[in-house]
């Protein structure tokens, strides 16, 4: 069985990043992020969002354990900005309702959305430029990464919220990364 490790960057919807791969039949593990990626025995590491950079504690480690890694929000940013790429503040803010177009249809995270997906997310802050060996995978009106991948790498970020009713292919996020990690 898959077991997919999420690590708590201590977001507000983190508790759902877990229940949603539990749905899925995947053997979760939440844990805090100041456990080492050394500590863990998983397939993949889904990086939880959270409120701020200043608490990420050993998240950056992950993405250098050979394992697939989902960033989710503030785990995205964690992403591109630990591997060289810009994060900056968001034009509009807060949560809200966003239609994501999906830019690659042949990604192995969102290529299989529609092309024209509703989501959940943040704005406060996003990514402004992907670090090298990134594809932008989904952008919007309001923010011009909402998705990235790193498919040599197995490397995945997304701006919003899966995990949240609010996203109508959420659970879809959540199946495709958990083929990647089967695939690894």
């Given at each position: 069985?898959?077991?997919i490790v999420?690590?708590?960057n201590?977001?507000q919807f983190?508790?759902l990043?877990r229940r ?10 939440l844990v ?5 990626p050394?500590?863990?025995?998983a397939?993949?590491v889904v ?11 050993k998240?950056?480690?992950y993405?250098?354990s050979?394992l697939?890694?989902l960033?989710?929000c503030?785990g ?10 810009r994060?900056g ?26 092309p ?5 997310a943040s ?7 992907l670090p090298?060996g990134f594809?932008?995978t ?5 923010c011009?990464?909402?998705?990235m991948?790193?498919?040599d790498?197995d490397?995945?970020?997304?701006q919003?919220?899966?995990e ?8 879809e996020?959540?199946?495709?990364f958990?083929e ?5």
């Amino acid at each position: 069985m898959t077991k997919i490790v999420v690590v708590d960057n201590h977001g507000q919807f983190t508790h759902l990043e877990r229940r949603a791969l539990r749905d899925l039949g995947v053997e979760t593990e939440l844990v805090d992020n100041e456990t080492a990626p050394e500590e863990v025995d998983a397939d993949g590491v889904v990086l939880s969002g959270g409120p701020d950079m200043d608490r990420i504690g050993k998240s950056a480690a992950y993405l250098e354990s050979d394992l697939p890694v989902l960033g989710i929000c503030l785990g995205m940013q964690l992403i591109a900005e630990e591997l060289g790429g810009r994060v900056g503040g968001g034009e509009y803010g807060g949560y809200a309702d966003v239609t994501v177009d999906i830019v690659d249809e042949d990604d192995p995270l969102t290529g299989s959305l529609h092309p024209e997906t509703r989501v959940w997310a943040s704005h406060a802050d996003e990514v402004k430029e992907l670090p090298d060996g990134f594809e932008l995978t989904g952008k919007s009106d309001v923010c011009d990464v909402e998705a990235m991948s790193d498919t040599d790498r197995d490397l995945y970020g997304v701006q919003w919220h899966p995990e949240v009713a609010h996203t109508e292919e959420g659970d879809e996020i959540f199946e495709n990364f958990l083929e990647i990690c089967e695939s690894n």
